[in-house]
C-alpha cells in the first residue's frame, strides 16, 4: 500500500495532490525545526528547502532528536535533511548551511516558494523573514516557544498582520537553543557562561562525554576525525579540571577557553563567510595589563555611578575571573571533603557567581566584538533563562502544519493564531483566535513595496535621488537598515556609490517624501 494512501483518506486526494507539489521554505533547523521538518517529510510534503547557518552542540542533543552525538559541530541544515530522509527517503530536501539573510537569497528566491515556514529563535531573523515574505508577497506561518509557552500563526500581506505590526519587546526569557558557537547578543554570553561553563567547572556531569564519543561508531573519515577532536578537547578539560586549586589553574581555564576553543572555531571557515570571526585571548596578553591595579570591587571612582552599574575594563574583567574562579573552586573543594557528590548551583544572589559569570559572559563577548554588561546587568538578565521544552516544540510542529494545510487548500480564513498556554490560569491547553487585520500605523507591512534595478557599483546616492525625484517624490529622506543616507540637510554621502556605503543587491531602502509617503525600495543589482 503507498504511504500516501492514508493522507489522501484524511484530507482528499486534490489537496494531498497539491501538497506534494508544493514548494516549502523551511528556516530554521533546531527545536522547532527538527519536529517540523520531520512533520513535513511525514506528511506529503516532497519539495522542502532548509536553510540554518548553525553547528550542533552537546545541549541540543535532548531535545533535537534528528541529531545524535557524532554529529556535533556539524551543520543543523545537513544533518536534519540527511536523518529526515530516513522517514520518507521519496522526498526532494536541499539543506544550506547559510545565514537566511545573505544577499543570495533574494526576493526573487522567496517568489519561487509556495509557503516559508520560521522555525526561528531570534528577533533579527524573524523581521527578515517576514519583509521578505511581505515583498515577496507569500505566505509565511511564524511560530515561536519560550519554556512551555508557545504561539503559530499566519502572516499574509494586505490580509494579516505582520511581525513588526506590533511592537516587540525584547525578550526576558530565552531558550537554551539561542546559545550558538557564533553569538551575536550579550544575552547568548550570558547564557553559555551560566548553563555551560558554571555548570561544567562547578557542577556534576552526567557523564564521561569523552568516552562515549571515543567509542562513538562513525562510518567516514570526517567523522572520526571530529569525534577524536572533541574526545581530545573533553580529555584537555578533565585535566585542567583535576588540576583545580593549584597555581596556574585560573590561567589554565582561560587559554582553554577562550584562546584554545576560539582558534578551532576560527578554523570552521564556513562560519565566517559572511561575519567577523572572533578573536583569541590569551590570560598573560591580558593580565599584563592589570599588574598593581585593584579589583573593580575596590576601586573608588570619581563619579556617583554606583560600581556594579558601570562596565568593566578588560584587564578587571580578567582579575575578576580569576579571584571569583579560585574562591569558587576553594568552596567547592571545602563541599566536597564531607560530600563527594556536591556542587556549586549559580545564584545571582552569590556574589561569587554572579562576579564569575559577568566575568566569563563579558570575556566572551569582548572575543565576537558584542557589547559587554555591567554586573547590575548581567545580574538582572542572568535570572531570566529558561530552558526550551521538547513537547511545546512538537505541539507547535504539528499546528504548524495544519496550518500549511489550509493555506495551500487556500482555506486563510480558516487560519487562526494560536497559543499554547500550558501552566496558565486556563482550563484549555491551547487558546486560538481569528487572525488579526493589518495595523494600518504599521511601517513594514502598510507601505508600498517596489523593486528597482540599478547597477549599485557604479550608481550614486544622487543617482539614486534623481531616479526617484523623477518619479514624483520629492524632498526625500533615504535610510538603509535605521541608517540615514541622505536627507536636505545631510547631503555627505550624495557622490559615493551605493555599492560604497553597502547598499548592494538585495537591500532594502526606505524613502520617505515631503508628503509622509513611505515606501520600501528592494534594490536589484543589474
Not at 338 to 352: I, L
Not at 500 to 520: A, C, N, P, Y
Amino acid at each position: 500500500m503507498p504511504r500516501e494512501t492514508h493522507l489522501e483518506a484524511t484530507i482528499g486526494r486534490p489537496l494531498a495532490s497539491t501538497i506534494s507539489k508544493a514548494k516549502v521554505l523551511m528556516v530554521g533547523a533546531g527545536g522547532i525545526g527538527c519536529e517540523l521538518l520531520k512533520n513535513l517529510v511525514m506528511s506529503g510534503f516532497k519539495e522542502i528547502e532548509v536553510v540554518d547557518l548553525d553547528t550542533i552542540d552537546l545541549s541540543n542533543l535532548n531535545r533535537q532528536f534528528l541529531f545524535q552525538k557524532q554529529h556535533i559541530k556539524k551543520s543543523k541544515a545537513h544533518i536534519a535533511r540527511a536523518s529526515a530522509l530516513t522517514f520518507n527517503p521519496n522526498v526532494n530536501i536541499v539543506s544550506r548551511h547559510q545565514n537566511i539573510k545573505d544577499q543570495e537569497f533574494s526576493v526573487d528566491w522567496f517568489k519561487s516558494f509556495d509557503l516559508v515556514m520560521n522555525a526561528l529563535d531570534n528577533l533579527d531573523a524573524r523581521r527578515h523573514v517576514n519583509k521578505m515574505c511581505l515583498a515577496a508577497n507569500v505566505p509565511l506561518v511564524e511560530s515561536g516557544t519560550a519554556g512551555y509557552l508557545g504561539q503559530v500563526t499566519v502572516i499574509q500581506k494586505d490580509e494579516t498582520e505582520c511581525f513588526d505590526c506590533q511592537p516587540k519587546e525584547t525578550p526576558k526569557t530565552f531558550p537554551v537553543c539561542t546559545i550558538r558557537s557564533t553569538p551575536s547578543t550579550p544575552i547568548h554570553c550570558i547564557v553559555w557562561a551560566k548553563s555551560y561553563l558554571f555548570n561544567l567547572l562547578f557542577g556534576n556531569a552526567e557523564d564521561d562525554d569523552d568516552e562515549v564519543l571515543s567509542k562513538e561508531d562513525s562510518n567516514d573519515d570526517e567523522t572520526a576525525k571530529e569525534l577524536a577532536a572533541l574526545a581530545a578537547e573533553s580529555q584537555a578539560l578533565k585535566a585542567i579540571l583535576e588540576s583545580a586549586g593549584t597555581e596556574g589553574f585560573a590561567q589554565r581555564v582561560f587559554d582553554k577557553v577562550f584562546y584554545t576553543d576560539i582558534q578551532r572555531l576560527r578554523g570552521m571557515e564556513d562560519m565566517w563567510k559572511n561575519r567577523k570571526p572572533p578573536i583569541p585571548l590569551k590570560y598573560d596578553d591580558v593580565v599584563s595589563q592589570s599588574d598593581n591595579q585593584p579589583t573593580p570591587m575596590d576601586i573608588e571612582t570619581e563619579t556617583t555611578t554606583l560600581k556594579d552599574q558601570r562596565v568593566w575594563t578588560l584587564a578587571e574583567t580578567a582579575q575578576v575571573f580569576s579571584d571569583s574562579l579560585n574562591k569558587l573552586t576553594a568552596r567547592l573543594k571545602e563541599m566536597r571533603a564531607t560530600d563527594p557528590e556536591a556542587s556549586v548551583h549559580f545564584d545571582k544572589d552569590d556574589p561569587e557567581a554572579l562576579d564569575f559569570v559577568t566575568a566569563t559572559s563579558n570575556l566572551r563577548a569582548h572575543v565576537y566584538g558584542i557589547e559587554e554588561k555591567s554586573r547590575f546587568q548581567v545580574k538582572a538578565m542572568a535570572g531570566n533563562i529558561i530552558p526550551a521544552i521538547a513537547t511545546t516544540n512538537a505541539i507547535i510542529a504539528g499546528m504548524m502544519v495544519m496550518l500549511a494545510f489550509k493555506i495551500l487548500n487556500k482555506r486563510l480564513a480558516d487560519c487562526k493564531t494560536s497559543y499554547l498556554v500550558y501552566g496558565r490560569h486556563r482550563p484549555q491547553l491551547i487558546v486560538s483566535e481569528p487572525l488579526a487585520k493589518p495595523n494600518p500605523k504599521c511601517y513594514i507591512c502598510r507601505n508600498s513595496y517596489i523593486v528597482l534595478k540599478i547597477d549599485t557599483s557604479k550608481s550614486t546616492v544622487q543617482d539614486l535621488i534623481d531616479l526617484l525625484e523623477s518619479n514624483s517624490l520629492v524632498e526625500l529622506e533615504i535610510q538603509e537598515n535605521g541608517r540615514v543616507i541622505y536627507d536636505p540637510d545631510f547631503d555627505d554621502n550624495v557622490a559615493k556609490t551605493l555599492e560604497s556605503l553597502q547598499i548592494t543587491d538585495g537591500k532594502f531602502v526606505d524613502i520617505v517624501d515631503e508628503e509622509d509617503r513611505k515606501i520600501i525600495v528592494y534594490l536589484k543589482h543589474m
